[in-house]
């Protein structure tokens, strides 16, 4: 088989996003991604209609994605599917339609980590976004994780930071829900904080060691805040909107960025790199280019549509596996926590 054309088909179905993208070696040939709006009402993803819509969706979202990369599924050389970490009935959606159609077109089958799909999205070929190279730091940050990652190489990755508690996201979405903000809430706290000033109402830093994080406190001095002041006036969250979602982005991004910082202290490596869903924040973005100045860094940020949950980021995985022939066998299983 030619290495020069490889085809990946790479489906992702880790929580509420359908998702079939087509790469041709590391470009992406198409992307689709189907949304699940039935969460919305219910404040958050909830698993069991998550895993029923990715079975309506999956056939179609496949289909799709085929017909706009412009090829025939025996054109395949490989279908990379996401393995873990996620929703278990989500996850076994997506891994079932992957080993059934490696097997009915006798291709290799890929199984990949989600978490390290996110990391490795910056090596798509993309115009105008450079790839970082090895070794890099890597911040993970998602509505599930938040992780320092050193990456030594496309198989070597070392967790050297990570939450004790919740993820960064999760910190976001509840604040946002204390603010009486619909799911999902992290991207209205964004919007609203743009117009905000951000050192408005100060609110402490946990203390945590070494480089890991922890956000349930700083969630429950964020709701006793917001409660002791709607009960002094009760307009308080509307009069004071904006500057409320400016300062809880600050926090959040100081915390994320002091630990950053300690790790490229006892690193030595001035590449940081960030992936996950929450890296679509416009302040940590900011954030992070000014520290380019700041420190000499150099920052790495994925185009946008890789950031959240998509197929192209398991496809690029898949890609890089095909190359040192990592198969997976049909017997493998899907994983909702699975070993970096």
Partial sequence: MSTENIYTLAIESSCDDTSAAVLLNDKVLSNIVARQSVHEEYGGVVPELASRAHQQNI??????????AGIRKNDLSCIAFTQGPGLMGSLLVGGSFAKSMSLALEIPLIAVNHMKAHILAHFIAEEGFDKPSFPFLALTISGGHTQIVKVNSFFDMEIIGETTDDAVGEAFDKSAKILGLPYPGGPLIDKFAQEGNPKAFPFTKPKVDGLNFSFSGLKTQILYFIQ????????????????????IQYTIINILMDKLKEAVKQ???????????VSANSGIRKTLKEAEKKYGWKTFIPKFEYTTDNAAMIGIVGYYNFLEHNFSHSDIVSKARIEF
């Fill in 267 to 277: 690193t030595g490596i001035k590449q940081i790199a960030i992936g996950g869903g």
């Fill in 59 to 68: 056939v179609p979202v496949v289909d799709v994605a085929l017909k706009k």
């Fill in 228 to 247: 002791k002041k709607v009960a002094e006036n009760p307009d308080f969250i509307e009069e004071n909107k904006a500057d409320i979602c400016a300062s």
